[in-house]
């Protein structure tokens, strides 16, 4: 489980260098060395984000068009692996690496030594394991948002939405989630909000903050908006 955290703390951090190098922002991924349980999100995760927010400010205020760029061209591979790596009960395995990922709504991948498995989520749900399924989408283009974070107050849960904008985590009962993107508004989703039969389509809308000209890059297609 650590070394998969660490691949999307990896993915993420190939994001970030994207965003910055697309904007002339100096910015070099430091390795991670945060001692807990690795799922790919940690303080210095947070940190960065924070750091790349602010310095696209500056550079709005400057007049400057900003881009933001939603996934690096060169990671779509690691990126298509990353969604649902913080479960209790299993996580993706990498190898091989499919083009695309489809699991039906009413089960839940795990594994079980070394194999990927299908579990009907009835029989989790009867152990009071509840998993909530999304797909991230910018509320102007409709495009997935790749690598948005997606965390659970309660369970404590941490994953990134996969090269589809989608993801799956685990809550507990009257938790609540919250999603967060680079330029987009932090969305919160109460338990109430959540469909646990059917994918919740959730969308971002860009930040107050980060207005102007941007050009969001996403999945190998470009849009400009004001």
């Given amino acids: 489980m650590k070394a998969k955290g660490h691949n999307i703390c990896d993915t993420l951090k190939a994001i970030r260098k994207q965003i910055a190098d697309a904007n002339g922002i100096d910015y070099s991924p430091e390795e991670c060395h945060f001692t807990g349980e690795c799922k790919g999100t940690c303080p210095k995760c947070e940190q960065d984000v924070r750091y ?15 881009k933001v760029a939603g996934v690096a061209l060169g990671i779509i591979a690691l990126a298509a692996s990353i969604t649902s790596c913080s479960t209790q009960k299993g996580y993706y395995n990498s190898t091989p690496l499919l083009s695309k990922k489809v699991i039906p709504i009413r089960f839940q991948e795990y594994t079980s030594k070394d194999s990927i498995l299908l579990k009907d989520k009835e029989s989790f749900r009867k152990k009071g394991v509840l998993f909530v399924q999304g797909h991230i989408i910018d509320e102007n283009t409709k495009e997935p948002i790749v690598g948005a974070f997606i965390t659970a107050k309660l369970s404590g849960k941490k994953t990134a939405a996969d ?6 985590i685990e809550v507990e009962p009257k938790d609540t989630i919250t999603i967060k993107f680079i330029g987009m508004q932090d969305r919160i989703i109460k338990h109430s909000e959540m ?31 004001k």
């Fill in 52 to 66: 790349l927010e602010h310095e696209l400010r500056l550079r709005l205020k400057a007049g400057k068009a900003i």
């Fill in 163 to 168: 090269i589809d904008g989608n993801f799956t």
């Fill in 195 to 225: 469909n646990f039969e059917k994918l919740n389509v959730i969308t971002l809308t860009e930040s107050g903050g980060l207005t102007g000209e941007i050009v969001v890059i996403k999945k190998r297609h470009n849009h400009k908006r």
